[in-house]
């Protein structure tokens, strides 16, 4: 038994037909009775109303309050463990939700659709952000990502629901979500798939939904694996060194010596504070074990 989550904002031509279409591809492969569950997000159109006529769990947020809340309200109000999310606007092929579901039930955490195509580059400018935020999470977590925020995965309710406060409440929460369960050593799977048109308009904002992101990478950085952000600094500390001795060394200036020696004392300690860091965070975690019920 699975548990399909919608978040939806304004998709009231669409998301009856997204409803049907679930529907439809579990009853050709028999994927049993599946609960779909709508989230409509404070829309102002008649989502909700079509959603309740197309005969999924329509849950209301009396206003707009983001793309994350509404997954974590949906998935909170699941009945079954294996959960589903997609989006409503038809961009997903649900066609693959049992081809995800098939590779979930082999043992993995979770299953993640890899974007490809046409549709998912779109236009230069978001394929260079995109690529930005995707090198910064496979730095974080220390290994290649296919795809860092698709929308339509397979994981568990159970596993999943420790980890809510430190998933994002908006566009970010897929981003959120791949570094929690990479940076814990959870095991992830990714299978390609045609990411197709949107229907209607995107709710997405570039510039402010990837700054967002940005500040969630950082944090989530900070809480799972703080030290390589001061390595970060570190190495910034240490390349500014170099450039200060060679000048020295050129223009005979010794205020660019004293600049360099004291960048290689600064990134010293800047090493020192990261590795303070990682004993405040095990501290942390290893309070937290012992507070947790039995």
């Known amino acids: ?168 409440n908006t566009f970010s929460f897929t981003t959120s979500l791949t570094l929690a369960y990479m940076m814990n050593a959870l095991y992830v799977k990714y299978i390609p798939i045609d990411y197709k048109k949107r229907e209607g308009t995107t709710k997405v904002r570039l510039f402010r939904d990837s700054m967002r992101t940005l500040q969630f990478i950082t944090e989530a950085i900070l809480f799972y694996n703080p030290i390589k952000i001061f390595i970060v600094f570190c190495a910034v500390l240490l390349i500014f060194a170099g450039i200060n001795f060679i000048f020295s060394l050129i223009f005979r200036m010794p205020i660019t010596f004293y600049l360099g020696l004291g960048s290689i004392l600064l990134s010293i300690l800047m090493f020192g504070m990261g590795l303070i860091s990682v004993q405040i965070k095990h501290l942390i975690i290893s309070a937290d074990m012992r507070n947790r019920p039995e």
């Open 1 to 168: 038994m699975i548990s399909v989550v919608i978040p939806a904002y304004n998709e009231g031509s669409v998301i009856a037909m997204t409803v049907f279409d679930i529907k439809k591809v579990a009853q050709l492969n028999n994927l049993g009775e599946v609960e779909i569950i709508v989230v409509d997000d404070g829309s102002t159109d008649r989502t909700a109303e079509m959603s309740e006529k197309a005969g999924a769990i329509t849950i209301r947020h009396p206003h707009n309050i983001g793309y994350g809340k509404s997954l974590k309200d949906g998935i909170e109000a699941a009945s079954n463990d294996t959960i589903v999310i997609t989006d409503a606007d038809g961009t997903y092929p649900l066609e693959m939700i049992p081809v995800l579901v098939s590779e979930y039930n082999k043992g993995f955490d979770m299953v993640v659709g890899a974007r490809q195509g046409e549709n998912y580059d779109e236009s230069f400018k978001k394929k260079i952000l995109r690529l930005i935020l995707k090198k910064l999470v496979e730095f974080s977590a220390g290994r290649k990502i296919d795809d860092i925020n698709s929308g339509l995965r397979v994981f568990s309710r159970k596993k999943i629901l420790p980890y809510f406060s430190k998933l994002c």
